[in-house]
Every structure is written in C-alpha cells, then in structure tokens.
C-alpha cells in the first residue's frame, strides 16, 4: 500500500519529466560534445579538441568578461526586479477597482516581446530621446560605460516586474489574517507585523521569485541585443550575447563552449540558493 501511494505521484508527473527530457536534458547532452569539438564553418569534419575552444575565449579576453557581465546583471535584474515587485504587491495587496487596473497596467510591459521592450527603451534612451528631453539633459544611457548595465536591468526589471508581483500577491494573501490579527493585539505595530510576520510567510514565493528572476537574467539575451548589443565596449557583453556573436561567425565549437558555460552557471548559482532558501522557509 505504501509503495503504491508512493508511485502515486508519477502519472502526474509524468509530462513534467518528459517535456523537461525532451527540451533540456537531451539538448543539453546532444551540446557537450559539440563544447569539446574542433566545429567551425571553415573545415568539414568534426573532431574532439579538449578543452581548445575554451582557451580560444580565454586567450582573445572573451570568456572571463562574459561571465562577469553576466554575473553582475543578474544580481542587478534579481535585486532590482524583486525589490520593485515587493513593494508593488505591498501597496496593491487589497483588491479595489483602482488596485485592479494598475495591476493590469503593470503586468502590460509582460506581454510585450523582449525584443520589441528594447527597441522602445532604445528609443526613448536615445540621446536625442523623450527621457531626456523630459530630464532636459543629454546623456547616452545606453552608450555610456557607467550607466549602460545598470539602465539595461533596469529595462528587464520593468519587462517583468508585473508578473514577479503577481506572485507576492498571491503570497501576501496566502498569509492567515488570524497571524497578523494576534500580532495586532500583542500591540506589533506595522513595521513589526511586516518583519516578523509577513516576511517570513512570504518565504515560499521570495524562493520561487529570486530563482525564476536569477535563472532568466543569467540566461538573458533579447533585451540586451536589442538595447545595446553587447556594448559599449563589451560592458554589457554577456555570455550568451557572446555564444551569438561566435555563432555568427562560424565558430559553432566555441558557441557551444559558452552554451554550456552559461548552464553550468545556472547550475552552480541557482541550485545552493533555492536550497538555502528553502531551509529558510516558514511553513504551516
């Protein structure tokens, strides 16, 4: 009986496993070998070189800055986009018609292609621009070294901030209002029912929100080749902007080199931090 509840789960889980084996499990496995290959668009066979393809991105600078941009945006894009959803949610917890229409316009920017959000951003940060036309200034937001990273996870923040706080509503509501009721009458004020009440119920969705917004930054491409297309410079040069361009050129080995170093980082980043997430998380 206890081994037939256990398989009960399987059925269910079933297309989870297939779809998640068929569209990264074994594309995933189909690439490594291409990572270690000789493949290019200049010589007709295929063959293993090692670790070749990775001292190439190593000896032209390429490698190292790509992991470090991409590092650095997704902290930015996690950060800026959990930050900004929280306090979206906190203030459009309660449902009201008024709540009800700036949640829908701040899930809008969702349904937008991530290119199309560049373009526009492209525009409107243009130097001769609306934004700044409005600011009455004249500053290459996007061509500037100093600002062009930070502005661009600012942009992914703004494409997906409305879903991440979605989802902390849905978590503010979860909360028993029996919880915050008994903190109200053992005389917690706001701030307090907010730090030792609502913050940890609101573990399980800060998981699932840090994950899905670390996962997708460090797998970011369309808003940045739209917006800046992996420069100035290379500062916004990230690995799989990189993985692009070498594709572009025919160095298919050593695009598939950053493909599997960008899964790599997903893997070694994403993994400890839900799992220390989820021993933080508040139950019951």
Known sequence: MV??????????ALP?????????VAPFLLNVRFAFSSWTSFRAEITWNGLENVRTLIDQDLL????????LYAILCMAIQ?????????????????????????????????????????GLLAPDGAVNSFLGIEWAWLGEPSTALVVVAFIDAWKWSGLITLVYIAGLNSIPK?????????????WTRLRRVVFPMLAPALTFNVAVTLVGALSAYDVIAATTGGGPGDHTR??????????????????????????LLVIATAVPLVWWLRRREVTG
Do not use: C, H, K
């Open 16 to 24: 989870a496993i297939v779809l998640v084996t068929v569209f990264f």
């Open 82 to 122: 959990n930050t900004v959803s929280l306090s979206l949610a906190l203030a459009l917890q309660r449902t009201s018609g008024i709540n009800t229409v700036f949640r829908s316009a701040f899930f809008l920017p969702t349904l937008i292609s991530p290119l199309a959000a560049g373009y526009i951003w492209r």
């Open 3 to 12: 081994m037939r509840n256990r398989a009960a789960w399987l059925p269910w």
């Open 178 to 190: 029996a919880l915050l009721e008994s903190a109200t009458v053992d005389g917690a004020g706001p």
């Open 64 to 71: 190292a800055n790509a992991v470090t941009v991409t590092v």
């Open 238 to 263: 990230a690995l799989n902007v990189v993985m692009r361009q070498q594709w572009g050129q025919g160095f298919f080995g050593s695009a598939s080199a950053l493909g599997f170093t960008v899964t």
